[in-house]
């Protein structure tokens, strides 16, 4: 239970907001500038990762495979039928080594509909290494979004 | 991706959680303290921003129009009726100059009815300009709330 | 309107991430330990608080009592219907005196059917008593758990 340094902190969770809020504004290109050139991006459910399959909803081993994902996503033009809001929690930071830290943060997401009617659309949680880039700021080197809900919508096309 | 001095972080923070704290208390008197004397709130929804419609659901210019605002809904009595629950995100710093602070929060309010029900009541983004005041506090000189959903309970009575 | 230190409001934020996260996943065994030997744990509701009633839905006043609580949870086997997700909002710093904080945090919480649906579970606020223990990590002297609804499942088994 001890607890970083406040710098690391205020940095994490500015990470974190920048991330949810680039989704949220419907951003999507920006996503990809989150990870690091050689990251690691799975979003799968509790019980899949509890099993340790590696199959998942959505897999990416590369910035440029995130690009693909976004270019693919605006041809669809699904993601205009609805709107998003992330709400992440208090990241825990779990340990850090040579400048790659492990960290965890929970997460709600709501959807809302064109008519106004919202949902809860998933919850989960973000299982992160984040690592100082060269001209200082943080990124993903690896994400694991691991759901709790087994039941996804098939049209999952937005990153959580 | 820069991310803002850990002193800032930490009173942004707090800000926030004493303003979400205020309003689910039911101590709305409180309300028109976290802004300056000539302070702009603007309840809107999130079309309604992204056409640049000035009309909102609330507007005060402000914070005398503010506490007229509570005055009138102690008379109404209609906040009796329901608890709300705010969460507000992780908030991001988006810049500041002159000691002012541009930073922008998501948040979630829960309405939980007399009968024990609960729903999600509202979701949406806090765009606001935050400065120092001559005591030291930090208060809202702009906050603009904007809901994701252009569903409106005609009873939005509360501030947000 | 005043905001604690920033490195008190880092390790506040971490102690409250670190407890969601042992409840949620299903690490009951840590969740005593996030407490002093002496400590005080209530759940109640919003109305009962208001009105002063010590009767709650769950009381424990040593942490011996909160391991005698998971200990039974683990017999009865309920807890592996569900999952959980907590999201704890941006802590309160209320005081401090001799090493003890007072603070307090919403939180709101989705229950996961093992069919994949989701729904509010609960709301309400933490309200806390914090002191340092002699390792220098901060636990809860005192834990009131002040739930927003009066509707409680019966089964309300886990540690909120």
């Known amino acids: 239970m001890g607890a970083p340094a ?27 500038e989150f990870f690091v050139e050689n990251c690691l991006y799975k979003l799968t459910t ?25 270019s693919a996503l605006r041809v669809a033009n699904i993601y205009e039928r609805h709107r998003y809001r992330h709400l992440v929690g208090l990241p825990v930071v779990l340990g850090s ?25 998933a919850t989960g949680r973000y299982l992160d290494l984040v690592e100082e880039s060269k001209d200082g700021s943080l990124r993903f080197r690896e994400r694991i979004v691991v759901c709790d809900s087994n039941r996804f919508d098939t049209l999952v096309a937005i990153p959580l």
């Open 6 to 32: 406040p710098e690391l902190n205020s940095r994490l969770i500015q990470l974190h907001a920048e991330y949810a809020r680039a989704i949220d504004d419907g951003n999507f290109e920006a996503w990809p």
């Open 46 to 70: 509790a019980d899949n990762y509890a099993q340790g399959m590696e199959a998942g909803v959505m897999y990416a081993d590369s910035r440029n495979m995130l690009r693909d994902r976004i």
């Open 97 to 121: 080594e040579k400048g790659v830290i492990r960290s965890e943060a929970p997460f709600m997401v709501v959807r809302i509909m064109r008519d106004g009617t919202m949902d809860l659309f």
